[in-house]
């Protein structure tokens, strides 16, 4: 873990410029998760650092693999200034120790959801996980180790998230895709859904 890390900070660092603030948080039984926010204009991203330290394991699996696995951070993009968005520090750091709590294998397609809002008055409770290489390309590590993908996280409403479980995560995107919706503003409303 402890030379694998430098290299993400080193990646998130080419691809989004100097972090200006940044959160260490533990949980009980865990390794250490960063959080590290990177101001681009309007937009805060908010990037994880520390899950990609270990692969995550198949919960299935009697034996996690030490070496081979799929390995990631997470990053979210909001619009800056309309809500207090940096209370998302904890909730980021949640998700991101969800593999080594729950043994969860976080990938495209999938919905994490906490439970609570992501920062006070956000009506947003769970996100969507989406495709990688956009904003941060993968790191690739040395064989046998997986890449490190870095995993945009698009925030989804209650009635997103339930519509999201009945008709897939492709045409949840579409919805949004059609109706112009703004996946960064902190205040959206729901997309139509009927």
């Known amino acids: 873990m402890a030379e694998i890390l430098p290299l993400v900070e080193a990646r998130l660092r080419s691809a989004l410029g100097e972090p200006d603030a940044r959160a260490d948080v533990t949980f009980l039984g ?3 998760i960063q959080v590290l926010r990177f101001l681009d204009g309007d937009i805060v991203r908010y990037a994880t650092l520390g899950m990609s330290g270990a692969p995550m394991a ?3 699996s009697p034996l996690a693999d030490p070496v081979k696995g799929p390995r990631a951070e997470l990053i979210l993009s909001v619009r800056g200034g309309i809500a207090d968005t940096d209370q998302v520090l904890r909730p980021l750091a ?3 120790a969800s593999p080594q709590v729950e043994g969860l294998i976080v990938a495209p397609g999938a919905s994490l959801d906490l439970g609570e809002p992501l920062w ?6 769970s996100v969507l996980v989406a495709e990688p290489g956009g904003l941060v390309e993968d ?3 040395d064989e046998p180790m997986d890449p490190v993908r870095f995993l945009p996280l698009l925030p989804m409403t209650h009635n997103e998230a339930a519509w999201k479980r009945v008709r897939g995560a ?4 579409e919805r949004w895709l059609t109706h112009g919706t703004d996946l960064r503003d902190p205040l959206r409303t729901s997309v139509p859904l009927d």
Do not use: C, H, I
Not at 120 to 125: E, Q, S, V
């Open 94 to 96: 949640v998700l991101a």
């Open 139 to 141: 790191l690739e590590l």
């Open 170 to 173: 492709q045409e949840l995107q």
């Open 58 to 60: 198949d919960p299935t």
């Open 30 to 32: 865990t390794d250490r």
């Open 120 to 125: 006070t008055g956000a009506p947003f409770t």
